[in-house]
């Protein structure tokens, strides 16, 4: 539990809130102090101000100093603060004193001879604080101060109120925290149950999606994308699988037929001859597939079985015009080769002529008797462009986008009697794209098919 990440999570969030509930009690508690302390000493000032006024007004006019005094002692009881005032005349003679004082007075616990100039605390008045200040008129020394429990006793409080909330909050931040954590966390326990589900047999599964776009939505569609195309990639393993099995047994099964014909006794040397024939046939025939086999194994796994050398497309072209010619005169089709541009890439020759030779392949078996086929090559925007046209039977437009997978053929009894196994095109399409090329394919049913085949030029002939 303490390892998990929604613990954690909630630790920290927990951490986090009580941090700044600490932070702000803090800050709270230091203004509420201050501010008080400064009305203190403000009322403080205000007073001694009044006090000495009041003292110095005697003197211009004609009264008694028990009216002053008078006056000062009932100002002074009804002021809401509790405070003591002394007033020392410049004969050194006690002038005033407050009843509250009894028998204590406040120059004990300060040099009037030398006061301070702003307001000083006094720790040890009867066990509390005061706040005191002296200032001198021109006929006498007065003396105030006020207790500071009108400063503390809110303070105090004030802590006492943190100290009580401060425990639930953070209860309660932790209880947030889990629960939080825990909704957040729900969708991710999905993907988790979701994903120990899911086995090569249950690919169809997906992760419920919700509205919300936030981090964890997009991590569900992110993993049902990816699960998505592992079942297209599984699917096509399985059809891969199935097609090669297929395509195997059947030589297999002619080859394990033609042995049992053999082991007859009474079969003539010339039907052995024939056997014999058949059986190597198929055997060639299994050796194609499992070497264009091997060849796309070695490319999905990413060895690099291409060679780098400069390949003159001018001269390839023409060497593929005459071999198509001497091809497809079987079929008393006429094969031309537009002027071609000069154009030289960096590749494997022998794999560019293994592509174009599959394309000639395809272009020939489809096609019509005294059909045509087209050969040319261009260039321009710093890539090469090769075309394979022909006047054949054509693709239809749903078969297009499957043309270039392993095995798949539009017509596989008829591509089995022309010796097709339907990896012609995969390979030619992985010799392009290994050479960092495309190839696209365009074709109308009873008008033919062009192959386009785009490669980048060696920056020389570019």
């Not at 003292?55 to 002074?76: G, L, M, N, P």
């Not at 003679?93 to 004082?101: H, T």
């Not at 809110?154 to 909330?165: A, E, M, N, T, Y």
């Not at 462009?385 to 009894?413: C, H, L, M, N």
Request: charged share 20%; hydrophobic share 40%.
């Amino acid at each position: 539990m303490f390892r998990s990440i929604r613990f954690r999570l909630a630790f920290w969030y927990t951490t986090a809130f009580a941090l700044t509930f600490a932070l702000i009690s803090g800050v709270i508690y230091e203004y509420v102090s201050r501010t008080l302390s400064d009305r203190l000493d403000e009322s403080i000032m205000n007073e001694i101000r009044w006090v000495a006024a009041r003292y110095e007004k005697q003197f211009t006019r004609t009264e008694s100093d028990q009216a002053v005094r008078d006056d000062i002692f009932e100002h002074a009881s009804f002021y809401p603060i509790k405070e003591y005032v002394e007033i020392w005349d410049n004969t050194g003679q006690r002038f005033y004193g407050s009843p509250n004082l009894a028998g204590d007075t406040l120059s004990t616990y300060i040099d009037i001879a030398h006061p301070p100039s702003q307001i000083v605390t006094i720790t040890k008045f009867r066990d509390h604080h005061i706040r005191l200040v002296v200032q001198q008129s021109m006929h006498a020394t007065i003396l105030l101060s006020m207790p500071m429990e009108s400063v503390t006793t809110p303070i105090s409080q004030l802590l006492r109120i943190f100290i009580w909330i401060g425990p639930i909050v953070i209860v309660v931040a932790a209880a947030g925290g889990m629960y939080l954590a825990k909704q957040s966390f729900a969708k991710i326990n999905q993907v988790i149950r979701t994903a120990e589900r899911i086995t090569a047999d249950r690919l169809h599964d997906r992760i419920p999606e919700h509205d919300t776009k936030d981090e964890i939505g997009r991590i569900i569609s992110t993993f049902n994308e990816m699960i998505s195309r592992l079942d297209v990639s599984f699917g096509q393993m399985k059809q891969f699988s199935a097609d090669a099995s297929h395509e195997l047994r059947t030589p297999l099964s002619v080859i394990r037929t033609q042995l049992e014909m053999a082991l007859n006794s009474g079969i003539s040397q010339a039907e052995m001859k024939e056997i014999i024939a058949n059986c190597l046939d198929e055997a060639l025939h299994m050796s194609s597939i499992i070497e264009n086999l091997l060849l796309l194994a070695k490319g999905d796994a990413g060895q690099n079985i291409l060679r780098r050398e400069p390949v003159d497309l001018k001269a390839l072209m023409h060497q593929m015009y005459d071999e198509s010619v001497l091809i497809s005169s079987s079929k008393q089709i006429t094969v031309t080769l537009k002027d071609p541009a000069p154009a030289t890439i960096i590749g494997d020759e022998q794999r560019l002529r293994q592509m174009l030779l599959n394309l000639i392949d395809n272009a020939i078996k489809y096609n019509r008797v005294r059909g045509k086929i087209s050969l040319a090559l261009g260039k321009g925007n710093g890539v090469a462009k090769i075309t394979v046209a022909d006047t054949g039977i054509g693709i239809s437009e749903q078969e297009i986008p499957r043309i270039f997978d392993r095995f798949y053929r539009v017509d596989r009894a008829r591509s089995r009697e022309l010796g097709g196994v339907g990896l012609g095109l995969a390979i030619a399409k992985w010799i392009v794209q290994a050479h960092g090329g495309s190839i696209t394919v365009k074709s109308a049913m009873n008008a033919g098919t062009e192959f386009c085949v785009m490669l980048p030029l060696d920056g020389s002939s570019a």
